[in-house]
């Protein structure tokens, strides 16, 4: 290969400048800039890949599998799935875990319908498309929580079919975490036998293990299956997540392929070797106890972020254990300055580990600027719904105001 030309350098040049440049005030997406793999460069020396099933054998070697069941194991401890039944893979993000459990539940339930609330992250749906599922969207409550008297209804209309159910456990824009004792309760009270529940935890998967009184949230609370992104708290130059689910279901789709002399389980054939090391490496250096700390910290930024908007007058709130704060859309400088996620009138800003208290007091001072108070006086009550049990603390004098 020839030596690369001026030209082509000062163009990686100018991209690393520009990512340098926006990484101070990015607050609106949930990616963690607070890590260094440096020590792992030498892997991006091999050809190395991860294809097939990484609990079983493969005969292309320059693999890290050993460390991807390593990874595989500690996500399992961290969702309360013992681990002589766990089985899962790192995949390249939340977007493939959530389609790995709608394809596992629909080869148990070929038939089944799958039930989502309206703020289900869209690839769910396009998801859904791909597998050509039936599916339903549900109503949502004003805090990005299922509404339970919807979900209520319109499975007992379709009382026959099974249920395959998209639990969010933390959604993308409110943070709100589906109440799964209710929708158990629900199955119940309507008889339904045969369910499946996939749960997508892509950023509040790695919070509420760490928390003190977490909603229910693991395989403890009757999920079969859930996705978790690992360039979201945890944080990776790559994107990457894990999914993980029952040993039992993954039998049913397993095929064993000669060539490359692996079970195919997976989605993807050729997998990615370094995400495994990624998130192996994050979890020797954190520990649980690392992890604990750093989501308490987030959980406090997320809090003062919250007092800090209404002390002026602006009205945000956040879910209960959610680093999400709910605050209304800025003006356009504003937004582009902080790279702010919108939905209509609302946006949010992610207490992620890089986010200080600093960066919040000037958020909140730009925010004053005339033009950015599009969602003052529009917010909503932030109801239980018939089949809510109180669980639901909104984090939020806000909702008082608006009330
Ligand atoms: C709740 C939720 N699910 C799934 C995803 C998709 O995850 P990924 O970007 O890792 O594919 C996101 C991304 O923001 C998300 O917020």
Redesign the pocket.
């Known amino acids: 290969m020839k030596p690369l030309s001026l030209a082509a350098r000062a163009r990686l040049n100018t991209l690393k400048f520009t990512f340098d440049e926006v990484r101070s005030t990015q607050v609106g997406y949930?990616a963690n800039q607070n890590f260094d793999y440096t020590e792992l460069l030498p892997f991006l020396n091999y050809p190395a890949n991860n294809v097939g099933d990484p609990f079983h054998d493969s005969n292309y070697r320059s693999n890290s599998h050993q460390f991807e069941r390593e990874v595989v194991a500690r996500f399992a401890g961290l969702m309360r799935l013992e681990p002589e039944n766990a089985w899962g893979y790192v995949t390249s993000?939340?977007?493939e875990g959530?389609m790995y459990g709608l394809y596992l539940g629909r080869e148990l339930y070929p038939q089944g319908i799958a039930y989502f609330s309206e703020d289900t992250?869209y690839?769910v749906l396009k998801n859904l498309r791909v597998l050509n599922m039936r599916n339903i969207m549900i109503k949502s409550q004003d805090n990005g929580e299922i509404d339970y008297a919807d979900l209520y209804e319109t499975i007992r209309i379709n009382r026959d079919v099974p249920v395959i159910f998209m639990a969010?456990i933390?959604?993308?824009m409110k943070g709100a975490v589906d109440n799964l004792n209710t929708v158990r309760r629900i199955l119940k009270d309507l008889a339904i036998t045969r369910s499946y529940i996939h749960a997508?935890a892509?950023?509040s998967g790695m919070i509420l293990p760490f928390v003190p009184d977490p909603q229910p949230y693991g395989f403890d609370a009757g999920i079969d299956s859930v996705a978790i992104?690992g360039?979201k708290l945890i944080g990776s130059p790559l994107?990457c997540?894990v999914v993980l689910t029952k040993r039992d279901y993954v039998a049913r789709i397993a095929r064993s392929i000669e060539y490359v002399g692996v079970m195919d389980t997976t989605l993807l054939g050729s997998r990615n070797c370094w995400t495994p090391l990624l998130l192996w490496y994050a979890f020797e250096r954190y520990g649980l106890e690392g992890f604990r700390e750093l989501v308490a910290e987030m959980l406090a930024v997320a809090e003062y972020a919250v007092e800090r908007f209404n002390d002026v007058g602006l009205p945000a709130w956040r879910n209960k254990n959610s680093v999400t704060v709910v605050f209304p859309r800025p003006s356009l400088e504003v937004f582009n300055k902080w790279q702010i996620a919108p939905l209509g009138d609302i946006a949010h800003l992610i207490t992620m580990p890089h986010v200080t208290r600093q960066m919040v007091d000037e958020l909140v001072k730009d925010c004053l600027a005339p033009g950015t108070d599009a969602g003052r006086g529009q917010w909503h009550r932030h109801g239980y719904g018939s089949y809510g049990n109180g669980d639901l603390e909104v984090t939020n004098q806000a909702a008082e105001v608006a009330n």
Do not use: Y
């Open positions: 949930p993000g939340g977007s959530n992250h690839s969010n933390g959604t993308t997508d892509a950023l992104s360039h994107p997540g």
